[in-house]
């Protein structure tokens, strides 16, 4: 069993954290996560034009590169947090130029070296899949796409086609980090996708507090968190202020279906 | 170099990739949407009432054909090749641009689309985009970066009575790229009723193929009204690049005329080993806004800032269709340095009392240089793609001359 499937066979929904590579001290921050009681974590890989991020996001990745982060480093980053914590799955998430700039073998394989299990590349949609699907194949680590409300039931044969580890469901039509999506809508739109898929769900965009992140809980496989993590990194004191958050948002998220 | 096809105007292929080129690189919340716009303008094609609507407006409101110009003086001038100019700065709203809004306003109109939006950098394709959505009532958002709002308040109060609201965006640099890069996020939030109309032959598929077709009137008149004043095709075309939509409206009619040389003109701003922005001279294959082109960037994909004294060139990548045709030899490039362009645009004042713009600056800069190497009997047909009433505060700043 993957680190990815085992994350999400533990009899209760998964807490699936992000934050951006090399926005601060990004092993602290992730160890926090992960003492938090994240069960899959997201690194995004920085990038000059973020342009499915909103500005906490945006803000991150600018960040990082001013700081001069490449992509060796958040490789780097990769590999040491595989060292630390050698069962918790590590997802990148990013946009396809950084992904593909060397080729897409190349990442692949370096990626599969540093114990990535997944990658989440946000613009390229199944129809450019041979941009990067192959070699990620090939390498064996996971290619989790996005589903969305714009994904109708036609298209959604393709979405899945060729996705492992789970499907990301994106609760809005919109970018990172600003509105919420109802949760009844969030509901139907997960039955529908598992109604078509075996893989497990997990839903972003959006959600920022345990209250919000218990209520999708209740009906999904997991839950993401960016934005809210993401605005933390900025902070003095970042590792406290990150594995206090998601302390709250594991305890809401595991729990929820417990109150039910 | 691959090999040479039958005829290089078959492509994209039916995925809208130009060979390695274009492609639909974007974030799934859009695809859908994508994938409706190839299916309406499929449609549009096929609907002889769309073409004919096109074209009475191209008539009527934008004032096409644009002349086909012999500039006597600049050929004298030069010693060399006959010069020949196709007008598409005497187009309603002073530029290129206006063919493709109509086009596309036309698209969104038929889909349904009750809000419009578009990215713009010196405000051209800006102004352009309010003014068809002033012409058919629809309201308008105008994405620009907040560095070219400052330096480009003409514009920016040109849209402003047009109806659009302008939106500053100061995000990364805050210019061209950051503006497209924000009008996608508004896109993405509110897919269902609006349209993007994008400023250039660039961005996902169908795209960089619906701006070249509404583009392409630029060079099917230019070769009917060049047979009819001299019964030839011309030996050379010319036209400035950006994104590519001027030069590729002029190119494509001729792309299968065998004896038709082409040269497309980038932006060489402060020189090829400073900042530039040209992307098929200094950049690489890699994947932005939607297609996969030549872009300037690092060695880890970043995208660089690009620079050009015309801010309608100022734009790191370049459309697809233009990276194929590199790639396959069919046409070539080459690049032209902002203080060369600025001594083009006081070339043609001079010379022919037209003021031009920045951007087609840049193509009379090169057609300087080639029409010296050519015989006089020889033809350069080259595009002015936009006029000059916008530019000459850069200009007077950089000669010196305080307005």
Redesign the interface.
């Known amino acids: 069993m993957s680190r990815l499937s085992t994350a999400f066979s533990k009899g209760r929904p998964a807490l699936v954290c992000f934050i951006t590579a090399g926005d601060g001290d990004t092993a602290a921050n992730l160890d926090a996560l992960v003492a938090g009681g994240a069960d899959v974590i997201e690194l995004g890989m920085p ?8 500005p906490a996001i ?1 803000a991150a990745n ?1 960040r990082s ?1 001013g700081a001069g982060t ?2 060796r480093d958040v490789l780097l980053i990769a590999n040491e947090f595989r060292d630390r914590h050698p069962d918790v799955p590590l997802v990148l998430m990013g ?8 080729g897409p073998e190349w990442f692949a394989a370096e990626a599969a070296a540093c114990g990535v299990d997944g990658v989440i590349c ?4 199944p ?2 899949d041979d ?1 990067l699907g192959p070699a990620l194949r090939e390498n064996g680590i996971d290619l989790i ?8 039931t036609a ?1 959604l044969p393709a ?1 899945l086609e060729g996705s492992s580890g789970f499907v990301y469901y ?1 609760s ?4 990172t980090g ?2 919420q999506a109802a949760t009844a809508s969030i509901e139907s739109a997960v039955a529908r996708l598992k109604g078509a898929t075996e893989l497990p769900v997990a839903v972003g965009f959006g959600v920022r507090t345990p209250k919000q992140a218990g209520a999708i809980a209740k009906v999904a496989d997991g839950v993401v968190v960016g934005s809210a993590l993401v605005e933390l990194c900025d902070k003095l004191d970042a590792p406290e202020h990150l594995a206090k958050l998601t302390a709250s948002l594991a305890e809401a998220v595991h729990n929820a279906r417990q109150l039910a | 170099m691959a090999s040479s096809p039958n005829s290089y105007r078959n492509m994209p292929d039916e ?1 809208g990739h130009f060979g390695d080129y274009g ?11 994508i ?1 409706e716009l190839e299916t309406a303008y499929r449609a549009a094609q096929a609907d002889p009432a769309f073409q004919a609507q096109f074209d009475d407006l191209m008539a009527h409101y934008v004032g096409r054909p644009s002349p086909l110009y012999f500039a006597e003086r600049l050929t004298e001038a030069l010693g060399g090749a006959q010069v020949w100019f196709k007008r598409d700065e005497l187009n309603h709203t002073g530029a290129h641009k206006i063919n493709n809004c109509i086009g596309q306003i036309l698209l969104a109109i038929r889909m349904g689309k009750r809000k419009i939006i578009a990215e713009t950098g010196a405000g051209q394709h800006g102004v352009a985009t309010a003014t068809v959505c002033a012409r058919f009532g629809l309201p308008c958002t105008i994405f620009m970066g907040a560095t070219d709002v400052a330096r480009q308040q003409p514009n920016v109060f040109r849209m402003k009575l047009l109806g659009a609201e302008v939106v500053p965006v100061t ?2 640099a805050a210019t061209l ?2 503006a ?2 924000e009008a ?2 508004h896109w ?2 509110h ?2 009723d609006t349209f993007y109309i994008i400023g250039t032959a660039a961005g996902p598929h169908p795209y960089p193929e619906l701006v070249r077709d509404f583009q392409s009137v630029i060079g099917k008149e230019a070769r009917a009204q060049l047979m009819e004043r001299t019964g030839r095709l011309p030996d050379l075309l010319v036209a400035a690049i950006g994104g590519g939509s001027n030069a590729i409206g002029l190119f494509h009619p001729f792309l299968d005329d065998a004896s038709v040389k082409m040269l497309g003109v980038e932006a060489a701003g402060h020189g090829l080993d400073k900042q530039h922005a040209a992307s098929l001279a200094g950049g ?1 294959p ?5 297609n ?1 082109t030549y ?1 300037l ?1 690092d ?5 660089a800032e690009a620079h050009s004294i015309s801010a309608g060139l100022d734009y790191p990548g370049i459309g697809p269709e233009h990276a194929w045709l590199k790639d396959t030899g069919r046409v070539e490039y080459t690049s032209v340095t902002d203080d060369e362009a600025l001594d083009a645009f006081q070339l043609l004042c001079r010379t022919e009392g037209i003021i031009a713009a920045l951007e087609p600056s840049h193509a009379i800069a090169a057609v300087a240089k080639r029409a010296k190497e050519m015989e006089r009997d020889a033809i350069i047909l080259a595009n002015l793609c936009g006029r000059g009433d916008k530019d000459i505060f850069t200009v007077a700043e950089h000669l010196g001359v305080a307005m």
């Open positions: 990038f000059t034009d973020p342009m499915a991020d909103g945006q600018l590169l490449t992509t946009y396809a130029n950084p992904m593909i700039r060397r946000v613009d390229i949609p129809e450019e941009a796409r996005l589903a969305t409300p714009t994904t109708d298209r979405v994106v809005v039509a919109g970018i600003l509105q | 995925r492609g639909r690189y974007v974030a799934e919340t859009l695809m859908p949407l994938l995000s990364g790229k950051d497209m890069n996608l996020r993405v939030a897919v269902e690489f890699g994947v932005l806004h939607g996969k872009l960037q060695e880890d994909g970043q995208i």
